[in-house]
Nanobody
């Protein structure tokens, strides 16, 4: 089982990045897939997720309107389009897969299930 996150980098405030998460070794459609982020020394934060039960996408309230998550089931890949980036968006972004409820997982970002290695996003002011 593998989740490979990519697409991070350095961007100026107001810019955009698109992260990708390629999954392999499990049945993609059966899992809730989530994006999370973490700054060293701070708690992990739920960003967005796609529910396996209904295909709906959920977002952290503070990120709605700027971040968009999508999936390509044929490629076993999810994406996170991040627009209007702010310095406070700087973090390591992780993708993960589990059977947890999407909305609950965002609120309580437990590290369970399958996790990728993370990709660094740095937003300069």
């Amino acid at each position: 089982v593998q989740l490979q996150a990519s697409g991070g980098g350095l961007v100026q405030a107001g810019g955009s990045l698109r992260l990708s998460c390629a999954a392999s070794g499990f049945t993609f459609d059966d899992y809730t897939i989530g994006w999370f982020r973490q700054v060293p020394g701070k708690e992990r934060e739920g960003v967005s997720c796609i529910s396996s039960s209904d295909g709906n996408t959920h977002y952290a309230e503070s990120l709605k309107g700027r971040f968009t998550m999508s999936s390509d089931n044929a490629k076993n890949t999810v994406y996170l389009q991040m627009n209007s980036l702010k310095p406070e968006d700087t973090a390591v972004y992780y993708c993960a897969a589990d059977h947890l409820s999407c909305s609950s997982w965002l609120i309580f970002p437990l590290r369970r299930g399958y996790w990728g290695q993370g990709t660094q996003v740095t937003v300069s002011s």
